[in-house]
Structures are given as C-alpha cells and as structure tokens.
T-cell receptor
Framework: SQQGEEDPQALSIQEGENATMNCSYK?????LQWYRQNSGRGLVHLIL?????REKHSGRLRVTLDTSKKSSSLLITASRAADTASYFC??????????FGTGTRLQVFP | NAGVTQTPKFQVLKTGQSMTLQCAQD?????MYWYRQDPGMGLRLIYY???????DKGEVPNGYNVSRLNKREFSLRLESAAPSQTSVYFC????????????FGSGTRLTVV
C-alpha cells in the first residue's frame, strides 16, 4: 500500500510556466520528502520538509505541508525543459523508512 | 565520485535461476534500502537495514533475501526467480534513516523469462 499519492498523474506545460504537484498521505509523519527521477535513472533527493514546518524553499522549488489535511504540494517556478521528469513524494509514517507515492510525470515543452 | 553503486545494470534470468544484486555506498551511511519499481506502482520497499548487522522486511519481501555484509555493502538475493520479479531494482542509503534524504543508485533492470 502506498503512503503517498501524487496528483496529477501527468502534467504538461510550456517552458516558463509554473508546475504544481500535490501529494496526499495517510498517517502521521516526521517529515515529507520530494524526489525527482529522470527517465531510466535513479531518484534524486530534492527537498525535505519536517512536520513542524509549513513551507520551504530551495531555488525554484517551493514545498508546502499541511499536516491537518495530510497533504503537500511541490511548486516548480519558471519551468525549463530540463525539469522534465517524474516527481515523487515520500513519507516516513513515523517509522525508520520511507514509503513513496506513485509519482507525477512532468513534461515541459520548449 | 561518492555515491551508491549497483551491479549489474542489466540482467536477464530464466525462471528458477538465482542471482544476487550488489549494492555498495561510500558515504559512511548507516541505513540502506532495496526498492523495486514497476510501471504505475511507484517504488515499493523490499528490505532495509537500519544499521550494520540488522535487516528488516519492507512491503514486498517475499521471494527475496538480503545480507548486510558490512557498513558499505547490502546485497539482495533472488533464490528462485519468477516472472513477477521482473522490475527495476534500486538500492539507496541514508545517514540517519528517514531523518535525511536518501541517495539512490542508478538501478538494476531485471527481466525474468
């Protein structure tokens, strides 16, 4: 069973537009993480937000966390073609391991 | 380059054959993990090792065994491969479990025919 579910499953935008992906999870957490996966490659850690944080920024990335709704969002501003990838949220469910969602496939057209 | 190294990158097995997937990290991380990734299923945890000398089952452990050989190495063994084990396998490591981000290897693409 997946702890996190991303929405939408797929997203297509033009370069320069913003991309927003959402993640919902089921149980209480210590932190929530976002990862990127380029086609045929391993996952790369993007950002971690702790349960007592509401918003976090890293470059063009902005992550929000609403623990009352058990949801998070990842915003990529001014998207580039190189941002084309799948994006996964992952939560720890107050355990010592991460459970990943099914991912959002982002396509950014030049 | 520091990171997680997986071998082999590709493998084709016949049903019933056995094989071991190797994983090594050079970041002095305590925790290591094996995931499988199937289309539309995201990543599912097979086994993990929170520290040297310990291993625990994840979400989908059936048909697999693991060995935490030392702090650097964590291997995954398929004793009798089945077509349902066709997947992409990823090894990952972390310094303190879920408190920090994971570093992933580049994956092993396994096909069982």
């Amino acid at each position: 069973s997946q702890q996190g579910e991303e929405d939408p499953q797929a997203l297509s935008i033009q370069e320069g537009e913003n991309a927003t992906m959402n993640c919902s999870y089921k149980t209480s957490i210590n932190n929530l993480q976002w990862y990127r996966q380029n086609s045929g490659r391993g996952l790369v850690h993007l950002i971690l937000i702790r349960s007592n944080e509401r918003e976090k920024h890293s470059g063009r990335l902005r992550v929000t966390l609403d623990t009352s709704k058990k949801s998070s969002s990842l915003l990529i501003t001014a998207s580039r073609a190189a941002d084309t990838a799948s994006y996964f949220c992952a939560t720890d469910g107050n355990t010592d391991k991460l459970i990943f969602g099914t991912g959002t496939r982002l396509q950014v057209f030049p | 380059n520091a990171g997680v190294t997986q071998t082999p990158k590709f493998q084709v097995l016949k049903t019933g054959q056995s094989m071991t997937l190797q994983c090594a990290q050079d970041m002095n991380h305590n925790s290591m993990y094996w995931y499988r990734q199937d289309p539309g299923m995201g990543l599912r945890l097979i086994y993990y090792s929170a520290s040297e000398g310990t291993t625990d089952k994840g979400e989908v452990p059936n048909g697999y065994n693991v060995s935490r050989l030392n702090k650097r190495e964590f291997s995954l063994r398929l004793e009798s491969a089945a077509p349902s084990q066709t997947s992409v396998y990823f090894c990952a490591s972390s310094s303190q479990g879920q408190l920090y981000g994971y570093t992933f290897g580049s994956g092993t693409r396994l096909t069982v025919v």
